[in-house]
């Protein structure tokens, strides 16, 4: 099984145990700084954003559920676009998070044509 399936496989799993309907799954690699722009994956589906947070070999996936987005903006920068993803907290506060996401990752298609649709919503909500 390659690492995009067994990412699809623990986002249906979630999705089975806590009753979310996920009917597709669209995955981009990101990160907080330059060094790491690839030690995330971020998982945008009909449902909401998983992101999988990756340290020392092992995944750590969160859930935030798609009423909680806001906003969502793709900024281009010479070398890398910055993402920036708007939500609401439990308290109903907004937060930000930005990361940095490659143009091209090489053997990953599936980032490319993630970026592509990203583009093409311009700061809608998935």
């Known amino acids: 099984m390659g690492f995009k399936e067994r990412l699809e496989t623990e986002v249906y799993e979630y999705a089975t ?24 994956v971020l998982g945008f589906t009909n449902a909401g954003l998983f992101t999988f947070l990756f ?8 859930y935030l559920a798609k009423e909680k987005l806001r906003q969502i903006k793709l ?22 998070a930005r990361y940095l996401v490659s143009k091209r990752v090489l ?6 044509k993630t ?7 311009d700061g809608q909500a998935w």
Do not use: C
């Open 75 to 96: 900024h281009p920068k010479k070398m890398v676009y910055e993402l920036t993803i708007t939500g609401v907290d439990e308290e109903g506060q907004a937060e930000e």
């Open 107 to 112: 053997g990953r298609k599936w980032h490319r």
């Open 17 to 40: 145990a806590n009753h979310l309907s996920v009917e597709t799954i669209d995955f981009l690699y990101g990160g907080p700084t330059m060094r790491t722009r690839h030690t995330l």
């Open 55 to 62: 340290k020392l070999g092992e995944a750590e996936m969160h």
């Open 115 to 121: 970026l592509q649709k990203l583009i093409g919503k």
